[in-house]
T-cell receptor
Framework: DAKTTQPNSMESNEEEPVHLPCNHS???????IHWYRQLPSQGPEYVIH???SNVNNRMASLAIAEDRKSSTLILHRATLRDAAVYYC??????????????FGQGTTLQVKP | DGGITQSPKYLFRKEGQNVTLSCEQN?????MYWYRQDPGQGLRLIYY???????QKGDIAEGYSVSREKKESFPLTVTSAQKNPTAFYLC????????????FGQGTRLTVV
């Protein structure tokens, strides 16, 4: 299973943009990049996913490098409710097609008022 | 409302007893997953199932067992063979083999005394 590397923690000020980086240098052509976030004592919540092109939804944007070896989750205006652990995950949908989500340690985002 | 439900939220058991955690979904999802999370750590995959009557071991299956007799249900049994069962257990489901988001339950916190 391909692995991802994220910083352990990041800080942001409220109402400022946040860029959460993720490295995935061993990504294969059939791996999709997924992002989830988790609040304490809750299940993870889906944020966004993509394959090659940049993606936008109501929660965030996902910028994917041209060589796909890294990606960045962008929260356009951080709020206090965005404080969580953010997980960057590669989802295998290739020939083996297990669809597994393999979690790393994630990035703990603190948002200061 | 469609969703994925785990019960109970908190569970206490004596050492040496087997215990079964419930996971039910009404999203008509094919794939279901069980994860374990220890304090300050990411999620680790225990078992997953892509279709009824079939399931595969994840990274930490020892001491656990599952069944998938119905599409909606994927119960996890923590057996007495699991040496360190106290943890937060999360169940997830998703469409398979489509690349869509996974939905997580709110988790069961198991404490073995």
């Amino acid at each position: 299973d391909a692995k991802t590397t994220q910083p352990n923690s990041m800080e942001s000020n409220e109402e400022e943009p946040v860029h959460l980086p993720c490295n995935h240098s061993t990504i294969s052509g059939t791996d999709y990049i997924h992002w989830y976030r988790q609040l304490p004592s809750q299940g993870p919540e889906y944020v966004i996913h993509g394959l090659t092109s940049n993606v936008n939804n109501r929660m965030a944007s996902l910028a994917i490098a041209e060589d796909r070896k890294s990606s960045t989750l962008i929260l356009h205006r951080a709020t206090l409710r965005d404080a969580a652990v953010y997980y960057c995950i590669l989802r295998d949908l290739g020939p083996s097609n297990t669809g597994k989500l393999i979690f790393g340690q994630g990035t703990t985002l603190q948002v200061k008022p | 409302d469609g969703g994925i439900t785990q019960s109970p939220k908190y569970l206490f058991r004596k050492e040496g007893q087997n215990v079964t955690l419930s996971c039910e979904q009404n999203l008509n999802h094919d794939a279901m997953y069980w994860y374990r999370q220890d304090p300050g750590q990411g999620l680790r995959l225990i078992y997953y199932s892509q279709i009824v009557n079939d399931f595969q071991k994840g990274d930490i299956a020892e001491g656990y067992s599952v069944s998938r007799e119905k599409k909606e249900s994927f119960p996890l049994t923590v057996t007495s063979a699991q040496k360190n069962p106290t943890a937060f257990y999360l169940c997830a489901s998703s469409m398979y083999p489509m690349n869509t988001e996974a939905f997580f339950g709110q988790g069961t916190r198991l404490t073995v005394v």
